[in-house]
Structures are given as C-alpha cells and as structure tokens.
C-alpha cells in the first residue's frame, strides 16, 4: 500500500506543532521588540535585524535577541 506523506507526518504532529508555535511566538515577539521606538539595534539598521528575524526561521530572532539589541 502507498502511504501519503501525512501519513508519516502525522505520529510527528503533536510534536512539530508546538515547536512552530514556539518559533511563530519567538518571531512575533522578536518583530515587536524590535520595533519598540525607544528599541537601539546593533549596526542601526531595523530593516536588517527584521530580515534576519523572519529569513533565519527560530534562529534568526534568537540571533536578535541575543546579539542585535543594544541595551537602552
């Protein structure tokens, strides 16, 4: 018999679900930072740090968070 890829997938779901929902919170947040007014970046450029955040999947805002904040 032929199985489908959700058919693989699917005994992997209750796993991979929270785990993206980890990564979305991480962007969310990491986008809302980010765009905070009184928010200072590494190397000034905001659009940047935004690509990063949303390119690099879950660590593109770790990467922000941890090294493209300056401290205020």
């Known amino acids: ?3 489908t890829s959700l058919d693989q997938i699917g005994p ?3 796993f991979l679900i929270p785990l993206a929902l980890v ?6 947040f990491a ?3 980010l765009f905070r007014s009184d928010r200072r970046v590494r190397g ?3 659009l940047i740090w935004a690509l990063v955040i949303l390119l690099i999947s879950t660590f593109g805002p770790l990467i922000y968070l941890f090294v493209g904040r300056e401290d205020l």
């Open 1 to 3: 018999m032929h199985t």
């Open 23 to 28: 990564s979305l919170g991480l962007e969310v």
């Open 31 to 33: 986008l809302v930072d």
């Open 44 to 46: 000034g450029n905001k």
């Open 12 to 14: 992997a779901l209750p």
